[in-house]
């Protein structure tokens, strides 16, 4: 093989190497937090401390850039490798980390790009080492054999993946609280109001968006935060939240359906699954949308929180209580043993379970079988099943979806609806 021929397919592998990296570190992944550690070194102390679970994640990490630092060594003049590894292996980190942390795909640290350009400098001693072979032809077909091999497992990490997350929603809900409790039109103005925080980060700057989905036409609603007594004595969140109420304003057309986003300093804007369209506030796009045929108050009068059409199931919250819809082509195991999870989320967390204290969660999990708590009667070719809302704490958010030997075949988010007595 010609050495041009070779460059060419060693420059493919590399791209290969590359878009798996940008695919497992942000594509693959679903929206969570707003989140940075830049504490410099903080993940080697909690190694160093006996956590061998951060340590498998620091080695992880360099092990991810090795690859890095071996093509790109294979590219470069040996007199300049010492200089350019590196600095290009903590620049391609750095964009990775800065893009999770507006994205909201991960946590920006700066631990990672250590470990990152760690991992590089590790392939450039691994293709200097190669070098060493003599003849040179034997040396270009060993570095031609690694760059196959680091190609093949990064085809294999992300086949691996895609399977894995393949119909899991983002938990983005977890850490944003937004509802909007009416919606009025006047003078081509439209006026929302209703509360809104970013629960992980009290005092984070939010600001309100509608977005049209068909043209893309964004508009930046005036917003003015407000004190919101029922809101903060609710979430037990006075002392740390201030100013959870919101009105906002903006010019919009009232026969356009909007949806609501959300935004923090640096971030990209994030959906917030509520749909406006004049006066009328939904949980769901009309396009693509199609409610189950059932007549039942809890479909009519309720509120629709979730809907996963390939796992066809429907969730929606109704007097106090959660209603799980199922149409006939759900997956039933048909022998009892369809485990729905249900896991609720809250800002206060002292007043969880005592098994939940013990085990330091920040969630209650009070899944159970679909078949234990299914409803009796005619829903035609649906199933139902309801669950209470706990009182005891603030539910803040629900994960939900269907669990088999601890995995999840599906799983969604969502922000139960609040009502909030005045006063």
Sequence with gaps: MRHTQRRRIFILLFLIYMATVVWFT???????????????????KIWLSGSGRMGLQILANIAMFVP???FLAGLLPRRRRALLVPVFAALFSLSIETLQLSLLRGVFEWDD???????????????????????????????????????????????????????QEGNLPRVFCCQV????????????????????????????????????????????????????????????????????????????EYELFIKLPLAAAQPTGIWIEGEEIRYAPKEGFAAPA???????????????PEAHCWV???????YWIADQDYAFEEDGSTYIQYQLWTTQVEKLPEKRLKKNHRWDN??????????????????????????????????????KDDAWIWK????????????
């Design 26 to 44: 942000l594509l693959k992944r679903t929206t969570s937090y707003y989140a940075a550690r830049p504490e410099l070194f903080w993940s080697y």
């Design 68 to 70: 890095f630092g071996f």
């Design 113 to 167: 790009m250590i470990s990152n350009t760690t991992g590089a400098l590790l392939g450039l001693g691994l293709m200097a080492a190669v070098e060493k072979i003599r003849p040179e032809r034997r040396a270009s077909d060993a570095r031609m054999l690694i760059g196959v091999l680091f190609a093949a497992a990064s085809v294999g990490v992300f086949l691996f993946g895609q399977r894995v997350y393949s119909i």
């Design 181 to 256: 409790d009416a919606a009025a039109v006047e003078d081509g103005e439209l006026t929302l109001r209703g509360f809104a925080f970013y629960y992980e980060r009290p005092k984070a700057a939010i600001s309100l968006l509608l977005r049209n989905p068909e043209s893309g036409e964004t508009i930046r609603l005036a917003a003015v935060r407000t004190a919101s007594e029922a809101v903060d004595r609710y979430f037990a969140c006075a002392q740390d939240y201030a100013e959870t109420g919101f009105t906002a304003r903006g010019k919009a057309d009232p026969g356009t």
């Design 294 to 308: 059932l007549a039942a108050p809890f479909v009519t009068d309720g509120t629709l929180r979730a809907y996963h």
């Design 316 to 322: 929606y919250q109704y007097e106090g209580a959660l």
């Design 366 to 403: 009070i899944g159970s079988y679909f078949e234990r708590y299914e409803l009796d009667g005619d829903f035609g070719p649906y199933r139902v099943m309801r669950r209470e809302l706990p009182t005891a704490y603030a539910v803040t958010s629900v994960a939900t979806g269907m669990t």
């Design 412 to 423: 969604s988010y969502f922000r139960p609806i609040y009502r909030l007595a005045p006063g």
